[in-house]
């Protein structure tokens, strides 16, 4: 069906009183709705539409990958999508894994395990817990591991340790490492911009997210 079906204009709607309007003109292509989109996961599908004034917005119908943003680590990465967990409108979009702007997915974690190693010297999946024993023997592990993949100089070396000494990870963002997947916020609107963007969960917002995952797990 044609898109001038859908309007946005207030004719149709009753006055403030409960009176019916009486329609004095037709619909107008400038109050033209279109359909939603419900963007899915899927190898990349995106159509352009010519708007009003010539301009353009890009349909996306199925996406797979986005570049999110590590905000306390300044890190951006491309990254794939693997599934959306949470979406504050309504549990049918997390049913038929439907992309919108602010839906909570679940994210690749690979591309920033790679860049944390190169940038600090760590593999945060084998970060074992704060003791003494257990440190010292993660480190010796790494070092027996390290030996055999590239020898790096001492400038190198000394450079990493200092990072690491002064680096603080938000222990909820390292324990998700272990799984491989990060929980992720999407900014983009992928209906609009045919772009899945968005930024890894951390602090407050990460902590409100996990509750509301947890309370749906029970229910």
Known sequence: P??????????????????????????????????????KIGAKRVRAVRCR??????????????????????????????????????NEFVRTKTLTKNSIVQIDAQPYLQWYMKKFGVDLRK?????????????????AKEEPEEKKNRHVIFKL????????????????FQSGRLLASIASRPGQSGRCDGYVLEGEELTFYKKKLEKKKKA
């Open 2 to 39: 044609p898109a001038r079906e859908i309007p946005r204009a207030p004719r149709h709607k009753h006055r403030a009183t409960g009176g019916r309007r009486n329609i004095h003109q037709k619909k107008r292509k400038f109050e033209m709705g279109r359909p939603a989109v419900l963007c």
């Open 53 to 90: 004034g010539g301009n353009m917005k890009y349909r996306g119908l199925r996406i797979d990958a986005g570049n999110f943003a590590w905000g306390s680590e300044k890190c951006t990465k491309k990254v794939r999508i693997l599934d959306v967990v949470y979406n504050s409108t309504s």
């Open 127 to 143: 970060k074992s817990k704060k003791g003494a024993k257990d440190a010292k023997d993660a480190k010796e592990a790494k070092d």
């Open 161 to 176: 340790k200092a990072r690491e000494a002064k680096q603080k990870l938000d222990p909820a963002v390292e324990e998700q």
